[in-house]
């Protein structure tokens, strides 16, 4: 497989602060040769004194970031190897800014899940991971990422003890097992910090026999449903006119194909109206095309002049997508204020965005017994729950497991303009309808 048929690999870095994300990145960059070449050399100097190098400051862009030694916002980075290549996300370890590493973990093909063998509690039968690493990990089953690598780090602090490593992977796969996790998980050993197990196998651990991180990486599968294979999902973001005094004129629609594959003449539907159409005309930004897919961004035009909108969606003819208002949904709450039903917010959904209200709160998800709290009164800051909502205008919507385009959305305080929570559709719901 080269570089140029390897599907790119989007994949975030997750779990509690201090578990070495932000080193663990650093030293895959600085042993995959792909730094640049005066960051190398300030790596080489560091270490030609006898200290360690600070891989962590590779990706820590914010100052407060250097002076705090945490990580707070999501820090991209791209390399290339002659196999394939990456996006990294750096999200933050730390709970105050869990919200970042949702950000983060929504567009991820996998996750690196970091577990602090110095930090797990050896004094029960079973050890405790920290819980960070069960947010985390909730979060990423909520997403629906496709694969988690489970990198337990700082063997090398505790000898790279096999008993210890097999403990920590035992006690993942049992909470794996209680949050329902569905994505192919793998486990690694290693110390970031040291190199063992990252690009090369560690003679450190001759009883590991599986793969080095990178080489992990590089033959990891991309496995997420292919947005392409759903029937098309087209949110109009903007309509473009050319000479709005001609009633003839150009009248295109502008956005980005979320899902399915749309050509000429195809017939269609807008919603939430119902109306019909064909493809008259296909635009990327290269020009005029026949056939375009998931991913890409677009201008299409129609046969019929209808009226549309942003907000609009245009589907294929024979999509199951009906227009709905009533919905429940999962929520992780980004706001110091918690949830409260008789607050106004408005909910944003692809390029839609209306009022809503929260009806009930089904359950909260306690991160530290993996237990729902069936009589939770409100959502407070980083808590991961389920509620039952009913929005002003029908939405364009589907189950997020289903389609993740259409199913994701976020919450807004219409008071403060505050983002308060990103939600996940999880099915319709039948309550009694209200006004807003």
């Known amino acids: 497989m080269t570089a140029t048929t390897a599907p790119l690999l989007r994949f975030i870095t997750a779990g509690s602060v201090d578990d070495g994300k932000s080193t663990l990145i650093g030293r895959l960059l600085y042993d995959s040769k792909t730094l640049l070449t005066d960051q190398i050399a300030k790596l080489n100097q ?5 200290e360690t190098p600070d891989f962590a400051s590779l990706t820590d862009g914010l100052a407060a970031e250097r002076e705090q030694g945490i990580t707070i916002d999501v820090a991209y ?3 290339a190897t002659p196999k394939r290549k990456f996006i990294i996300a ?12 949702v950000t983060g973990a929504s567009t991820a093909d996998a996750a690196i899940v970091l577990v602090d063998a110095t930090r797990v509690d050896f004094s029960s039968a079973e050890p405790v991971l920290l819980p960070q690493t069960k947010r985390h990990s909730a979060i990423l089953k909520l997403l629906g990422c496709p694969g988690i690598i489970v990198a337990v780090n700082k063997l090398d602090l505790l000898g790279f003890d096999q008993a210890k490593y097999e403990a920590i992977t035992e006690a993942y796969r049992k909470l794996a097992q209680q949050i329902g996790l569905t994505a192919k998980v793998y486990f690694l050993p290693i110390s970031a910090l040291q190199g063992d197990n990252i690009v090369e196998a560690s003679a450190q651990t001759p009883w590991y026999q599986g793969l080095p991180l990178l080489p992990l990486l590089e033959t990891l599968p991309v496995s997420r449903n292919d947005a392409a294979e759903l029937p098309a999902h087209f949110p109009v973001q903007r309509v473009a006119r050319q000479d709005g005094s001609s009633s003839d004129d150009f009248r295109g629609y502008q956005g980005r194909l979320e899902a399915g594959r749309l050509k000429t003449g195809d017939a269609v539907k807008v919603l939430p109206g119902g109306r019909t159409a064909k493809i008259a005309e296909i635009y990327n930004p290269n020009g005029k095309t026949d056939a375009a897919e998931a991913g890409e961004v677009l201008t299409v035009t129609l046969d019929t002049d209808l009226d549309i909108s942003r907000g609009n969606t ?4 024979d999509s199951p997508i009906a227009p709905e208002q009533q919905f429940q949904a999962a929520l992780c709450w980004f706001d110091e204020t918690p949830l409260n039903p ?9 390029t839609q965005t209306t009022a ?8 909260v998800w306690d991160v530290n017994t993996l237990s729902r709290m069936q009589s939770a009164a409100e959502l407070k800051l980083n808590d991961i729950g389920h509620v039952s909502l009913k929005t002003q205008q029908p939405l364009a919507a589907a189950p997020y497991a289903q389609n993740p385009a259409a199913g994701a959305f976020i919450l807004i305080d219409e008071a403060t303009n505050h983002t308060v929570a990103a939600g996940m559709i999880r099915s319709g719901d039948t309550a009694d309808s209200f006004e807003i």
């Open 77 to 79: 980075r791209y390399f």
């Open 90 to 101: 750096d999200t933050p370890g730390h709970e105050q800014y869990t919200r970042n590493m």
């Open 314 to 317: 245009i589907v294929a003819a």
């Open 46 to 50: 560091t270490a030609a004194k006898g």
């Open 342 to 350: 008789r607050r106004k917010y408005l909910l944003k959904h692809t």
């Open 356 to 363: 809503v209200k929260i009806s009930g709160i089904e359950y």
